[in-house]
């Protein structure tokens, strides 16, 4: 599955390797990647605009990757989030106060699911 290169998706973790993992898979997919090591990077970086779909780890030192996705929400209402973690006990947090569950997937995850999950998560927020 092949995207066009237009499409540009950031990620945000704290651990280098799963940033190079994450990013080998969306340049495999033929996504643009926007790296960052915190999510107080990703913010200072001012991208949001241009970006199709976020993908935060949960679990990072300062802002964690919940806080992260409220602000992005709020910014930018709609725009595809997914949440990645390491711990399954952090995901209780995934509703949202509307009631409305986030996007999540446990490290290590299924590189095929997940990005299909992103190619979804990008057309369905087109609609």
Do not use: Q, W
Request: charged share 25%; with cysteine; net charge negative.
């Amino acid at each position: 599955m092949t995207h066009a290169p237009s499409i540009v998706v950031a990620a945000v973790d704290d651990d280098p390797s799963i940033l190079r993992s994450l990013a080998y898979l969306l340049e495999s997919a033929d996504y643009s990647v926007r790296l960052f090591a915190s999510a107080a990077a990703f913010i200072e970086s001012d991208c949001l605009h241009e970006i199709d779909c976020l993908i935060s780890d949960i679990d990072m030192p300062g802002t964690d990757g919940f806080e992260l996705s409220r602000l992005v929400e709020a910014a930018r209402p709609g725009l595809p989030t997914i949440l990645i973690t390491g711990y399954p006990e952090r995901l209780k947090r995934s509703i949202r106060s509307d009631g409305s569950a986030r996007r999540t997937f446990i490290k290590p995850f299924n590189g095929s699911e997940f990005l299909t999950a992103i190619g979804d998560a990008i057309t369905h927020s087109r609609k």
